[in-house]
């Protein structure tokens, strides 16, 4: 088995709100949020929810999901400790586009949407901040829209693999990067926008050429600069 460790970063990977604060605003958003947490399986948004809270993770991963016209249930994206949620519907009085569900014990700094708006008036430069972590969000949406037309089911497999080593990846003594995450082939096939069936055939591709490795609840990336080329990242 061929074992390469390298940088695990993709250029998709997002800072984190909490990561472009300053320490100023850092402490603001302390003062005037509360913390709250939120066990395994929680729901921590729904979708369609109306005045829903702002939500910054300072612990835990959470699962990004939406329901399809056909009833089924999508995953948009996994977050970790840093991210904020809610915040689109805080900025334009909407509903929540989206759920959250944990996938640990989570912990959070939560405000109601009046107060996470009068904290952005009170901290311009963290409204500036969350301005460019937006942006950066709006880039990885457009990215990944060009990876459904000109990448196959195993190159989108290998770029959420890669993106999943960047976010929650736990190097290993031995060189490869084991990410530990509760995500199963459907919630995989959803995330990349192809059939259950094609992503396991992928896995057994990415698998027999050694570059991974799958178990329960777990993906051991063997080879990430392979992964990454064949992703085009």
Same mark, same amino acid.
């Given at each position: ?6 940088? #695990?970063?993709?250029? $998709? ?5 909490? #990561? ?10 302390? !003062? ?18 109306v005045d829903a809270p702002v939500v910054i993770m300072?612990?835990? !991963? ?6 399809? $016209? ?6 948009? #994206? ?30 959070? %700094? ?16 963290? *409204? %500036? ?19 459904f037309a000109a990448l196959d089911t195993p190159g ?32 995989? *096939? ?11 055939? #992928? ?31």
């Open positions: 088995m061929r074992v390469v460790q390298a940088n #695990a970063s993709p250029s $998709s990977e997002e800072p984190g709100f909490l #990561a472009v604060l300053d320490a100023e605003s850092l402490a603001e958003l302390r !003062r005037r949020g509360r913390l709250q947490r939120y066990r395994l399986g929680s729901v921590v948004l729904y979708e369609g929810q300072l612990d835990g !991963r959470v699962r990004v999901s939406a329901l399809a $016209s056909d009833g089924r249930e999508l995953v948009l #994206a996994f977050r970790g400790p840093g991210s904020i949620l809610g915040e689109l519907a805080a900025l334009d009085h909407g509903r929540c586009s989206a759920t959250v569900t944990a996938l640990d014990d989570v912990q959070t %700094i939560t405000l109601s949407p009046s107060e996470f708006l009068d904290f952005l008036r009170a901290r311009p430069e963290a *409204a %500036i901040s969350l301005l460019r972590l937006l942006g950066q969000r709006q880039r990885d949406t457009d990215r990944r829209r060009i990876e989108r497999v290998a770029a959420r693999v890669v993106e999943l080593a960047a976010r929650f990846g736990q190097p290993q003594p031995d060189g490869t990067i084991l990410i530990t995450l509760t995500l199963s082939q459907e919630e995989l *096939a959803t995330w990349i926008g192809s059939s259950r069936e094609a992503t396991v055939k #992928a896995l057994g591709h990415l698998r027999a050429l050694g570059w991974l490795e799958t178990g329960r609840r777990r993906i051991r990336v063997n080879d990430l600069q392979a992964l990454r080329k064949r992703a085009a990242l």
